[in-house]
């Protein structure tokens, strides 16, 4: 159990990724988890994505689907219809199409060499030089969008295509330094016709696609580097995590300054946010302590404070609709659903 504020937490484990730790979680409409991990292991890096079906209660998850992967996997996104994207540590973006039945398609016992039934992926994206750190797709769950430690951001179009729609490069301000790419997101969620991205250079970039050469709309420099970004219920405004642990609060029809921060109730990194389901509904943001703060969604005061992980928050997840629990996971190897009462 964890202490809170004004609310109690209940924390139970839900699944041990041991020896890979937890980059990313992805909740389905269906409320399927899919799980990207990574592991390095003396000179091998390699991953693994899972899928798991929580109980009734949420109190268990059974193991339904899962794939190894010679490289790490930093992302993992759902789509429409079932396809579910993933990013690897090789800068690989995959697609995948998962059964919505209930039937579990990983090897039995005596099936041991037979590949996991529908578990292969129907599409390879491998244009990008280094390792995928987000993915999102658009509202219609057809586009993706994808960012990368090579400092780009593509946009592609989902299916069979061989090659990105567009390709958004960041340029650092000093030809010596490198800037990577640690957070993207749309913008304009009903039409999809812009997207954000963050990087490690402090700046968040606004990108218009509606242009055969999409150029940055407006950008804000943050001072600080960026670790995240996340939608609110407004699809103008999006929160930025920093390395300073701030929450930022960006409108971009007001500009390139942020109309809010939070400062940090934790002097570490922030690591992931939530995006926000409703204009009121709260926001969860994990930190590299491995703290996870629960915000009020109106003004972005504390609501609860959940310190049940001892190594940092990668990603952090609703599972439940009205945004009582939460399931989080990170560097520590382990799933945990928090309830927050």
Known sequence: HGASLASMTTTTLLHTTTPRHIDS?????????????????????????????????????????????????????????????????????????VPMHSARVTPGEDEEDEEPLGWLPYASYCEHEGGVTSLAFDAAGQRIVSGSL??????????????????????????????????????????????????????????DLRTSSPLTRSSAALGAPLTCVAPTADEHV????????????????G???????????????VRTITPQRAPASPIAVGYDDGKISVLAGANLSLLASI????????????????????VAGGVEQQLLRHEVS
């Not at 500009?255 to 990194?269: C, F, I």
């Open 25 to 97: 979680v992805a909740v389905s409409g269906e409320g399927l988890l899919a799980l990207a991990s990574s592991s390095l292991t003396g000179d091998v890096w390699d991953g693994e994505l899972l899928l798991l079906r929580p109980s009734e209660g949420g109190e268990e998850c059974e193991r339904i689907m899962s794939t190894t992967t010679e490289a790490g996997n930093g992302a993992v996104a759902w789509g429409a219809a079932g396809v579910l994207a993933s990013g690897d540590d090789s800068g690989d973006v995959q697609l995948w199409r």
């Open 150 to 207: 090579d400092g780009s951001v593509k946009v592609w179009n989902g299916g069979l295509q061989a090659s990105a729609a567009h390709t958004l490069l960041h340029f650092a301000a000093d030809t010596w330094c490198d800037v990577q790419v640690f957070g993207v997101a749309w913008c304009g969620a009903a039409a999809s016709q812009c997207v954000v991205s963050v990087a490690d250079d402090g700046v968040a970039r606004l990108w």
């Open 238 to 253: 999006h929160l930025l995590g920093s390395q300073c642990g701030r929450v930022y609060v960006l409108d971009w029809r």
């Open 255 to 269: 500009g390139s300054l942020p109309s809010q921060k939070v400062e940090p109730n934790t002097p570490t990194a």
């Open 307 to 326: 310190e049940a992980h001892y190594d940092s928050v990668h990603t952090i997840s609703w599972v439940a609709g009205d945004c009582t629990a939460l």
